[in-house]
């Protein structure tokens, strides 16, 4: 069997049914595959599973690591109702992966939208545990700043085409510095799976679908802010061990936040990285190092 394989589930939303991909990487640690516990990686906003490839290979020597493509991204099927593109529906289809995986428990590693997810999750009633074990939030949190959210509006949802994935790539390196240095070759592994032939098949395009950009549209501070004191709820509701991950130049998640997440809630474990804005993409061995020991030792 490969090291990571491209697997689906079904799931039910408003208007019918979409099927969310999600690429499983093979356990290779003692003992059988059924038995290992589950660690759920979620991307962020624009983003798709194989952001994961560095993070799921050295995990997966304690865990069955699943990287879903969250529906309109990736291998997933784009909606037909732009009001499914919200953060309470991605969590129900999250509830129908754990459905699928038959397990009870995960840990769960989210960047920034991805994040969001898992708070959700984690914050769902549930007997006997809670959903989600242990969470790494990457970069995010309850409070989010309106001018790094009109950033992001700034470029989502242009339905850009492209000569070839070398000058994609090169695009998306323009509006990602906050993702820190890479190398030529981390940066190539982690733009590639972004495209996808376009209709002329002259070339190529972005890998997600540009109506997730619609929420966006209503984005103002007083809807930032209402979302934020519903947020504040959600996290001052959860009980599970929590890793706050921060870009120490990120424009999205302010010190301020992070501080206050160490205080507030789980009360999380806060480490930031120095060079890096929103968000660290977890490629690089220091970053890595930081999840394997927190998910190793709570």
Known sequence: ???????????????????????????????????????VCVHGLTRQGRDFDSLARRMSDRYRVIC???????????????AGYQIPNYVADMVVLLARLDVAQVDWVGTSMGGLIGMGLAALPAKPACLVRRMVLN??????????????????????????????SAYLASISQGFGPHSGAQWAALSAPMFKPDASGQGVSLHYDPKIAAPFAQV?????????TALWQVYDSLTCPTLLLRGAES????????????????????????????????????QIEVVREFLGTV
């Open 1 to 39: 069997m490969s090291e990571v394989q491209l697997k689906s589930v079904q799931c039910l939303g408003a208007t019918g049914l979409h099927r969310m991909a999600y690429w499983e990487w093979a356990y290779t640690g003692a003992g059988a595959a059924s038995a290992a516990p589950v660690l």
């Open 139 to 168: 970069d995010v949190g309850p409070e989010l700043s309106l001018a790094a959210l009109q950033r992001i509006g700034g470029y989502l949802g242009q339905n850009m085409h492209f000569d070839s994935v070398a000058e994609g």
């Open 251 to 286: 424009d999205l998640l302010s010190a301020a936040t992070a501080q206050a997440m160490t205080q507030r809630g789980p009360c999380a474990r806060l480490h930031e990285f120095a060079g890096v804005g929103h968000a660290p993409t977890l490629v690089q061995d220091d």
């Open 68 to 82: 879903p493509d969250v529906v309109g991204r990736g291998r997933s099927d784009w909606l037909l109702n732009l």
């Open 220 to 228: 103002s501070a007083e809807s930032a802010q209402a979302g934020s």
